[in-house]
């Protein structure tokens, strides 16, 4: 369910979930705000009441990410199948670098997320990746090695990211302008 609040004067839309949880949560998923509500639960006001300022700081945010990306250009250039030939060079040199192994490799359309790891150590990297500028793609396939290490986003798995990238949260930051960028254009991609 959708609801709608004010928050220093901007409409903050955000949707509701009832789950199994025993807490209230808020999550941002891209440019939408969720809220997950134990499934007993149904007073949403208080709750966004306490996070006002968290609410409003991401909404500000998630505003300027959108506005940046009308400045972004994808890049049309990269083949499919040099966009594949460069993934696979570039996990080769990460999983030598940070001495691990990976099983396989798989390409796909993702409309949540730019790759994953799985426990079988395989690594799915989202197919819209090829039309970023390479350092984002070489980027998305570090984090997808990176992995391979640590599964968690915990505090080893940033340091082994801050390694290679110590402006990583800039660079998190620019994948997220060209989610947005990407989202806007999927209709013409597929």
């Known amino acids: 369910m959708i609801e709608k609040t004010l928050i220093n004067d901007i409409e903050v839309e955000y949707e509701v979930v009832h789950r199994k949880v025993k807490n209230a949560r808020l999550e941002i998923k891209t440019d939408k705000i969720r809220l997950v509500m134990p499934l007993n639960h149904f007073n949403t006001t208080e709750i966004i009441k306490n996070h006002e300022k968290w609410i409003y700081n991401k909404?500000?945010?998630?505003?300027?990410?959108?506005?940046?990306?009308?400045?972004?250009?994808?890049?049309?250039?990269?083949?499919?199948?040099?966009?594949?030939?460069?993934?696979?060079?570039?996990?080769?040199?990460?999983?030598?670098?940070?001495?691990?192994?990976?099983?396989?490799?798989?390409?796909?359309?993702?409309?949540?997320?730019?790759?994953?790891?799985?426990?079988?150590?395989?690594?799915?990297?989202?197919?819209?990746?090829?039309?970023?500028?390479?350092?984002?793609?070489?980027?998305?396939?570090?984090?997808?090695?990176?992995?391979?290490?640590?599964?968690?986003?915990?505090?080893?798995?940033?340091?082994?990211?801050?390694?290679k990238y110590p402006d990583y949260k800039q660079v998190e930051d620019e994948l997220l302008i060209y989610w947005l960028c990407i989202k806007k254009c999927l209709e013409t991609l597929e």
């Not at 250039?77 to 192994?101: A, C, N, R, Y």
């Open 59 to 163: 909404v500000v945010r998630i505003k300027q990410m959108q506005a940046e990306s009308e400045n972004r250009k994808l890049n049309f250039d990269l083949g499919e199948e040099e966009f594949k030939t460069m993934v696979k060079e570039l996990i080769l040199e990460f999983t030598k670098d940070l001495g691990v192994d990976f099983n396989r490799v798989f390409f796909k359309k993702m409309r949540s997320r730019w790759g994953s790891c799985s426990s079988k150590k395989n690594l799915n990297i989202n197919k819209y990746l090829r039309f970023l500028p390479n350092h984002l793609i070489e980027y998305v396939v570090y984090h997808e090695v990176a992995h391979l290490v640590e599964m968690s986003h915990n505090k080893t798995f940033w340091n082994i990211i801050a390694f």
